[in-house]
């Protein structure tokens, strides 16, 4: 949800005030921000700067090296095709396509009405249910192209 | 019923004595229990509503006894709790039913009813959710099942039989009590020896020897000395830590806690993957407990000596397993490697001396140090001790996690224990390591699984990961998919990874792509050699292994691919067809209707045909044909240039 200055610097000095400003807190900082607001706003990174000192330059540098880290808005649910190796021989790659066509999506991209990301992972660790699919917090083993639909509507696997 | 919680201050190793003799007797009393497994697999399929049902179903019997009223003396019929992982994720979820040992596999929430009318009431077993071995046996407990025969634990010793958020039952089982050892009779020296002695090597890929690492660390200057636990798990195909971390945490803690006493440090830290949510949250309830209980934090059980992790979580870079990496992540730097040396052991976080072991070595610590160097030195073969946890996945029947003797053959895991490949199909290759490992094919099954055998053969033990491949995969296409990985995993720093191994992945694309030139492959492997020889980190070391050991093996699938532009294995999208075969087709219109690129033609009683400029390859004809007619099939080379003249 985008959120008026006044509240984000709110929230900023929140998350602030759980740290100390050292570099090495840098990453748990930039994490703590994401948390927050989803994403890293640039305004964000820039009062992360002025906070831990760091040039924003830094910031930035440190924060795209990592995969955890966006820097747009993000959808509400996010869908992780997990491609790695076990999922690679089991048909990873037909099945990312087949969320792509569902969703409207290429990988990587949120759909208009933020509901949902997309995005290729490289390993869940889940790889005797290969290929596996993880809706935020919940895995979908053993998936099927023709299962695709039943991942969006956000819930764990009913056992019934 | 309630009651006030059992819990005590551990301040002298005969108060842990004393711990683990009340905690013993009050799982005594529990008669009998249902241990669900809540590893991620079995979450995954459903656990987490079964153990729901138990827990409803044995409070509606009215026999839900308060797990604190066991340790006032009470006793309770039944009880359910969960576990971490067995290891048999294929077959979840698991439920264990103690102290018979009862294995039910795929077990429904509808199930429950059953099992504890079988259980309590009848005293019988639910044959039907028993696993049925390839004969047809059905197997009562795990010792029956052949996945689990041929394994031997020592590091998922615990896994799957105990509660992971339950540090009591940890101190049942003995918890803590090599901890005590050595804090109690062992010089920090008299440690690192004891270790030397087992023959312990670093589980997560290299294979250093332990102690030697150690004592590097120990006869450093500099204060304070840092352990570093590394769980950043990120081979794809592997997940031993994880499940370790989830399963047992309290090992690692114990064995964390054992390395630091020899090293020296008093600080630590524990990378763990963002990936891994359970895992965090077991080890962070798992070490509040253990503070809490005075067996972690300060002055632990009266030693004097302290020691107090923390956990660090990872951002998401694959290229901070390596250790110079992790600690410039932890340090707030991108994760770039240092050139080394000077090694971390010397110079490592923050500038002072630091030891970064990986999960299941520490894991292996306890065991080690409790019943003795000579026992863990008597597994394994004369230059690798111990066992191994390998996660078995891809194309065989028994996936999962699976700890075996150093030494045993990849055949014995393969076929063995994990059951051979999966029904119809047949055994290609293995792929052993990772990222950084090898495939090794049907020839060198008879092959020993230990460091030094794997490397010599062009693969590498990693972190353990198995994957093993069939006919349908395609040689070419996993080279190119483990460069496409490591490429993008690359951190950008040197330039033999950085470029040579993206301009290695253009070849191997260009190849699976049809676009091969016969020149490539001794390009492809002079490449490889300067990358392996140039780079600085262990990434970029071993990025070439997974083409360098298929341009071994498999070397006519490569000239297959460039020579005859055929993909042997009919799985490089850009040189099959989809193609229906006239004879075959009943005109029954089900692939015309689900094809999403309208790439089909036909209409009642015409045999359909697909129009290749618009087919997109998704294979959905493919699946949707009725099995009784399979008139769509793959095609490739030269059979392909016949059949689709014309067309």
């Not at chain 1, 985008?2 to 748990?28: C, D, M, N, W, Y």
């Not at chain 1, 992780?80 to 089991?90: E, P, Q, Y």
Request: net charge negative; charged share 25%.
């Amino acid at each position: 949800m985008p959120t008026s200055p006044e509240a984000s610097e709110q929230k900023l000095e929140h998350v602030f005030s759980r740290f100390k400003g050292e570099r090495k807190e840098l990453i748990p900082i930039l994490q703590t921000v994401q948390e927050m607001f989803g994403y890293l706003p640039e305004e964000a990174l820039k009062e992360v700067a002025r906070f831990t000192s760091v040039s924003e330059s830094q910031v930035y540098s440190t924060a795209t090296f990592y995969a955890q880290f966006h820097f747009k808005r993000r959808g509400k649910h996010n869908i992780k095709v997990c491609c790695g190796t076990a999922c690679h021989v089991r048909g990873a790659a037909p099945l990312l396509a087949a969320f792509e066509r569902e969703l409207g999506i290429e990988c990587g991209a949120t759909t208009d009405d933020f509901e949902f990301n997309l995005e290729r992972v490289a390993c869940v660790g889940s790889c005797a249910l290969a290929p596996v699919v993880m809706v935020d917090d919940s895995v979908f083993g053993l998936m099927e192209t023709k299962r695709v639909s039943e991942c969006l509507v956000p819930k764990g696997v009913d056992n019934e | 019923m309630s009651a006030k919680q059992f819990s005590a201050r551990i301040d002298t190793p005969s108060k842990l004595t004393e711990t683990k003799e009340i905690c013993q007797a009050a799982f005594a009393r529990q008669k009998s229990r249902f241990l669900v497994c809540a590893g991620t697999g079995c979450v995954a399929m459903g656990s987490l509503q079964v153990l729901a049902e138990f827990k409803r179903l044995i409070a509606e019997r009215g026999l839900d006894v308060d797990i604190e009223l066991l340790f006032e003396g009470h006793e309770a019929k039944t009880a359910v709790s969960f576990s971490g992982c067995h290891g048999f994720c294929e077959r979840g979820p698991l439920v264990r039913f103690e102290p018979l040992g009862i294995f039910y596999t795929k077990v429904k929430k509808t199930d429950v009813a059953e099992i504890l009318e079988a259980a309590l009431d009848n005293g019988t077993v639910v044959e039907r959710l028993l696993y049925q071995d390839q004969d047809g046996n059905r197997c009562l407990t795990e010792h029956d099942v052949p996945f689990y025969k041929g394994q031997q634990r020592i590091a998922l010793e615990r896994c799957g039989a105990t509660n992971p958020e339950e540090i009591r039952e940890y101190f049942a089982q003995g918890g803590y009590q090599a901890l005590a050892k050595v804090l109690s009779a062992y010089a920090p020296e008299q440690v690192i020896e004891a270790v030397d002695n087992s023959g312990l090597r670093g589980r997560g890929g290299a294979g250093f020897p332990t102690a030697k690492k150690w004592a590097f660390c120990r006869a450093a200057s500099g204060e304070p000395k840092y352990m570093i636990c590394n769980c950043d798990e990120g081979d794809p195909g592997a997940f031993m830590d994880r499940s370790v971390l989830e399963a047992d945490p309290h090992a690692v803690l114990e064995g964390m806690a054992i390395a630091a006493y020899a090293i020296g440090a008093t600080k630590g830290y524990l990378y763990v993957r963002a990936e891994y949510p359970l895992a965090i949250a077991r080890l962070q309830k798992a070490m509040e407990q253990a503070q809490q209980w005075g067996v972690l934090g300060e002055n632990i059980m009266g030693s004097g000596f302290s020691f107090n992790p923390e956990i660090f979580h990872g951002a998401g870079a694959f290229v901070c397993g390596e250790e110079t990496a992790l600690i410039a992540s932890i340090e707030g730097w991108r994760g770039f490697p240092r050139i080394r040396p000077p090694f971390p052991a010397i110079k490592g976080l923050f500038g002072k001396p630091t030891v970064i072991n990986n999960v299941e070595t520490l894991a292996n610590l306890p065991h080690i140090l409790l019943h003795g160097e000579a026992q863990f030195a008597a597994v394994g073969t004369e230059r690798s001790k111990g066992t191994k946890v390998f996660a078995l996945t891809g194309k065989l029947r028994n996936t999962g996690l699976v700890e075996v003797p150093m030494g045993i053959t990849i055949r014995e895991v393969i076929f063995d224990i994990g059951g051979g490949t999966s029904e119809g199909t047949k055994f290609k290759a293995v792929q052993i390591g990772g990222p950084s490992g090898g495939c090794l094919p049907e020839e060198l099954l008879d092959l020993k699984v230990d460091f030094d055998s794997l490397r010599s053969a062009g693969s590498m033990m990693g972190s353990g990961g198995m994957v093993i491949l069939d006919e349908t995969s395609c040689m070419v296409d996993i080279a190119r998919y483990f460069l496409e990985f490591t490429s993008h995993e690359s951190c950008g720093q040197c330039t033999p990874c950085r470029d040579g191994v993206y301009q290695m992945l253009q070849i191997l694309t260009d190849i699976t792509c049809g676009k091969g030139r016969p020149e490539d492959l001794a390009l492809l492997e002079e490449m490889g050699r300067t990358i392996l020889a140039g780079s600085i980190c262990g990434l970029g070391k071993t990025a070439p292994n997974p083409v360098l050991s298929t341009l071994r093996y498999f070397r006519h699938e490569y000239e297959a691919h460039i020579l005859e532009q055929s993909c042997p294995s009919l799985s490089c999208k850009e040189l099959i067809a989809y193609w229906i075969d006239p004879d075959k087709c009943k005109a029954c219109g089900q692939c015309r209707k689900a094809c999403p690129a309208e790439a089909i033609i036909g209409e009642k009683k015409v045999a359909h045909v697909i129009e290749q400029s618009k087919c997109n390859k998704c294979g959905i004809c493919l699946e949707t044909c009725p099995d009784k007619f399979s008139a769509v099939s793959k095609i490739t080379g030269r059979q392909k240039d016949a059949l689709l003249v014309g067309a």
